[in-house]
């Protein structure tokens, strides 16, 4: 079993949409949550990062974490064409290295 | 917050060829510094990490070497190129404290032909 598990995808939705994300955890020591957005050929870039149980909001993103069920996911509200990326989750214990997920393909069409 | 420079964007090189693959991190010291590789449809795979000048950690065994010789520069090298080599190579920079996030370059696409 992968120690970060994400849906590969592809996800396709339309303009205005709620999207959700999610990836599921095995390591209960886990306790730093990112989610990156990577467009195509560019390197993966931050888009939320909390610590512990809980929601935390940012514009039309809102990340999710709850440690009770090893389960964290990342919504966009009012989706975009511009939202289209691959979408990464990613996970430490501290000083310990980050795992990431496989990453999420979305498509949001006009 | 810290900028990090990777050249070149795109690079095409013959099986057997030697690669020199460059990062610079600018706007933090002392920061920890990270090589992934980016295959097509996969997820990021760790090469190799370093905490400070000269230190190295590989998490893989394979054609690649990499090396720090000032605080902010990391290279990732090979002398004999593989057509496995292939992919999408991220620098990745984490400044000194623990808990902070993982910051990427816009990485070299290195095809091996």
């Known amino acids: 079993q992968k120690e970060v598990e994400q849906d590969p995808g592809p996800l396709s939705v339309p303009e205005g949409a709620i999207v959700s994300l999610n990836c599921t955890y095995s390591?209960?020591?886990?306790?730093?949550f990112m989610w990156y957005r990577q467009y195509s050929r560019k390197g993966p870039e931050l888009l939320m990062y909390?610590?512990?149980?809980g929601n935390k909001e940012d514009g039309r993103f809102t990340a999710q974490v709850d440690k009770s069920s090893k389960y964290i996911s990342l919504f966009i509200r009012d989706s975009q064409p511009s939202d289209s990326a691959t979408y990464l989750c990613?996970?430490?214990?501290?000083?310990?290295?980050?795992?990431f997920g496989q990453g999420t393909r979305l498509t949001i069409n006009p | 917050s810290q900028t990090i420079h990777q050249w070149p964007a795109t690079l095409v090189q013959p099986v057997g060829s030697p690669l020199s693959l460059e990062c610079t991190v600018e706007?933090?010291?002392?920061?920890?510094l990270y090589w992934y590789r980016q295959a097509a449809g996969r997820g990021l795979q760790l090469l190799f990490y370093?905490?400070?000048?000269?230190?190295i950690s590989s998490e893989v065994p394979q054609n690649l070497s990499a090396s720090r010789p000032q605080d902010r520069q990391f290279i990732l090298s090979s002398k004999k190129l593989l057509l496995s080599d292939s992919g999408f190579y991220l620098c990745?920079?984490?400044?000194?404290?623990?808990?902070?996030?993982?910051?990427f370059g816009n990485g070299t696409r290195l095809t091996v032909t």
């Open positions: 990613a996970m430490s214990a501290g000083a310990q290295k980050l795992v």
């Open positions: 390591n209960s020591a886990f306790q730093y």
């Open positions: 909390t610590y512990s149980s």
């Open positions: 706007g933090t010291s002392n920061p920890n």
């Open positions: 370093s905490v400070g000048i000269g230190q």
């Open positions: 990745a920079c984490r400044p000194g404290l623990y808990n902070s996030p993982l910051h």
